[in-house]
């Protein structure tokens, strides 16, 4: 299963869906981009900034994040050229359904090269423009969680 940088931090930080995904992802084998490795750190220290976590929290998530990397827990695709370009072609694809931001078109495209499907989001815009190019989403319509 693929995860967006999100569902990584919703699984790191304690957010109001965490525990469904938690429960939902356990045991799958997942992966993100090389992306998510900078989009983590990103998302961690705005929570510290906003006073949603601690900066031990933020520096616990963080070690917990390089571990699942190091282990192999979370397989971390490249970020190369390739994947770059095929985000351009997502972002035509996609345009104008669905208005994209550069990083969720390199997650498209990067879930597209490694297919592994499904991709796990919360991210309406994501979700829209995945299923425009007919990507298998989780959670799916009917047990999506409240954000």
């Known amino acids: 299963m693929y995860l967006d940088s999100c569902i990584l931090v919703k699984l790191l ?3 109001p869906d965490s525990d469904y995904f938690e429960r939902s992802l356990r045991g799958q084998p997942l ?3 090389e992306l998510a490795y ?7 220290l705005a929570r510290e ?3 949603k976590i601690s900066a031990a929290d ?3 998530a963080w070690r917990q994040f390089l571990d699942w990397v190091e282990t192999g827990e979370v397989r971390l695709e490249p970020l190369n050229f390739l994947v770059l370009r095929k985000s351009t072609q997502v ?3 996609c345009h104008p359904q669905a208005p ?3 990083m969720d078109a390199i997650h498209l ?3 597209e090269f490694s297919q592994d499907f499904p991709l796990a989001t919360t991210d309406a815009r994501l979700r829209d423009a995945a299923s425009l190019l007919g990507f298998e989403l989780f959670p799916g319509a009917p047990s999506f969680p409240a954000n």
Do not use: C, D
């Not at 900078?38 to 961690?44: K, T």
């Open 49 to 51: 900034r906003t006073g």
């Open 13 to 15: 930080a304690v957010e």
């Open 58 to 60: 933020r520096r616990r």
């Open 100 to 102: 994209l931001r550069t």
């Open 31 to 33: 992966t993100s981009s």
């Open 91 to 93: 972002l035509e694809h």
């Open 109 to 111: 495209a990067t879930v």
């Open 38 to 44: 900078a989009e983590v750190l990103s998302a961690l």
